[in-house]
């Protein structure tokens, strides 16, 4: 698999706001924020999206959840409430292929996230 932006960030090649990090994961501000709080939750392992999932990430998946968790809680939007996503190749909007959970809050968000079509 070809080497990510995510993983220049990772390995401090290229700088990042980074937010959160351990032994398994990363999170940091996204440069191009869609809502007030907007932050990436990244396993340190590079797997490229969703479908490349096996049984052996589902611990590893389960904990970015905790830290996008822990990370609502830090950012002080965890009561209001926030979104979490991750895309899925082209008709998903994924543009890093390293899957990444967004965090996203600080206003409401609209809900259904399309328009139309
Ligand atoms: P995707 O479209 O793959 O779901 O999300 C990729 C996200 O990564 C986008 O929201 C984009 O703004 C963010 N992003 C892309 N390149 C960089 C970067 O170099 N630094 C940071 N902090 N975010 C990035």
């Not at 392992?45 to 389960?62: F, M, P, R, Y």
């Amino acid at each position: 698999m070809s080497e990510t932006i995510f993983d220049k960030i990772i390995k401090r090649e290229i700088p990042a706001d980074i937010v959160y990090e351990d032994e398994q994961s990363l999170a940091f501000r996204d440069i191009n924020p869609q809502a007030p709080v907007h932050i990436l939750v990244i396993p340190k392992k590079a797997i490229a999206t969703i479908n490349d999932l096996t049984e052996s990430d589902e611990q590893l998946v389960g904990h970015l959840y905790t830290v996008a968790a822990h990370i609502a809680r830090a950012e002080g939007i965890a009561n209001d409430g926030f979104r979490t996503v991750m895309n899925c190749n082209e008709h998903g909007g994924q543009s890093v292929y390293h899957i990444h959970l967004h965090v996203l809050g600080g206003k409401p968000l609209g809900w259904p996230p399309y328009a139309g079509d």
